[in-house]
Nanobody, 122 residues
Framework: QVQLVESGGGLVQPGGSLRLSCAAS????????MRWHRQAPGKQRELVAA???????NYSDSVKGRFTISRDNAENTVYLQMHSLEPEDTAVYYC????????????????WGQGTLVSVSS
């Protein structure tokens, strides 16, 4: 069994910064693409940023230039560094992995974390 556990959310003032982490647990051999999504109150979930196993990144237009996604494959962790936060960034942020392969070669597809709340307010 594998899990994704997000951390790092909280309350921050407009213009502030936060760093989210998402750690995969279990006897992991490899993880393919990982993504951060968010869902604001009353809105649909949206893709924020993605990173391939090789480190190629993509961002939504709304966060480009402010957010940076990165990963540490040795630690099975993906990060989202967020700067210049705006009230519109308030949402629950979810981590997602396309495929996780364990050391006994079990494959888990489309795994999601439980989410971490980011609130941007003065």
């Amino acid at each position: 069994q594998v899990q994704l556990v997000e951390s790092g959310g909280g309350l921050v003032q407009p213009g502030g910064s936060l760093r989210l982490s998402c750690a995969a647990s279990g006897s992991i051999f490899s993880i393919t693409a990982m993504r951060w999504h968010r869902q604001a109150p009353g809105k649909q979930r949206e893709l924020v940023a993605a990173i391939s196993a090789g480190g190629v990144t993509n961002y939504s237009d709304s966060v480009k230039g402010r957010f940076t996604i990165s990963r540490d494959n040795a630690e099975n962790t993906v990060y989202l560094q967020m700067h210049s936060l705006e009230p519109e960034d308030t949402a629950v942020y979810y981590c997602n992995a396309d495929k996780i392969t364990t050391r006994d070669l079990r494959r888990y597809l489309d795994i999601w974390g439980q989410g971490t709340l980011v609130s941007v307010s003065s």
